[in-house]
């Protein structure tokens, strides 16, 4: 069964895998769109994915050495991921 996308949440996917390093942009793609559907089918069959779908599985598929970087390219399109994941 396939899982239905947010408009913007796709749209903001997208646009922070092609800002992605080349090398890391076809593994990163496979985990995070996994990680996002399985979190959005965890509140329910007919749950969306949403922006918050989308950070938390950045979060938690991209090596930490990454992080930095993803908090940067969130911010460049606009999205608060401090709203999503508590930095500890």
């Known amino acids: 069964m ?5 408009n913007k949440a796709q749209q903001h996917f997208n646009k922070i ?12 793609q496979q985990l995070v769109k996994e990680k996002a559907e399985e979190l959005a089918q965890g509140r329910g069959p007919d749950s969306l994915v949403e922006d918050r779908d989308v950070v938390t599985a950045f979060f938690q598929e991209v090596p930490p050495a990454f992080k930095d970087m993803m908090k940067r390219l969130l911010h460049q399109q606009g999205i608060d991921y401090k709203q999503y994941i508590s930095e500890s």
Do not use: D, G, M
Request: glycine share 0%; charged share 20%.
């Open 2 to 6: 396939a899982i239905t996308w947010e």
């Open 17 to 28: 895998i092609e800002n992605l390093p080349q090398f890391h942009r076809s593994i990163a």
